[in-house]
Nanobody, 120 residues
Framework: VQLQASGGGLVQAGGSLRLSCAASGRFFSISRMGWYRQAPGKQRELVAA???????NYADSAKGRFTISRDNAKNTVFLQMNSLEPEDTAVYYC???????????????WGQGTQVTVSS
């Protein structure tokens, strides 16, 4: 299973970016999908997550500015980020809890990370 993230870049404060992450490979289905971020010198933290049924949860810093969504048919998760602030600068990682094969075991996978830089 591979997760391919895209959509990062450099944007001015107040701007917007949309991140995408597509899962590929052999698996039964995907349960929870999410976005995490890690700024230099800081621990990786949850930004937003979405269950297969669409229930979402957000970090306080993301509420009201970021929106997570998913396309189950395409095994893809999105993160729409508006009103970006310099404090949002980080490497953003997608994450997926993947249900594998006939055993229905669940394994956790990470994408390669995409850099988001917000200038003031």
């Amino acid at each position: 299973v591979q997760l391919q993230a895209s959509g990062g870049g450099l944007v001015q404060a107040g701007g917007s970016l949309r991140l995408s992450c597509a899962a590929s490979g052999r698996f039964f289905s995907i349960s929870r999908m999410g976005w995490y971020r890690q700024a230099p010198g800081k621990q990786r933290e949850l930004v937003a997550a979405i269950a297969s049924g669409g229930i979402t949860n957000y970090a306080d810093s993301a509420k009201g500015r970021f929106t997570i969504s998913r396309d189950n048919a395409k095994n893809t998760v999105f993160l729409q980020m508006n009103s970006l602030e310099p404090e949002d600068t980080a490497v953003y990682y997608c994450n997926a809890a993947v249900i594998l094969g006939s055993s229905r075991s669940i394994s956790n996978y990470w994408g390669q990370g995409t850099q988001v830089t917000v200038s003031s």
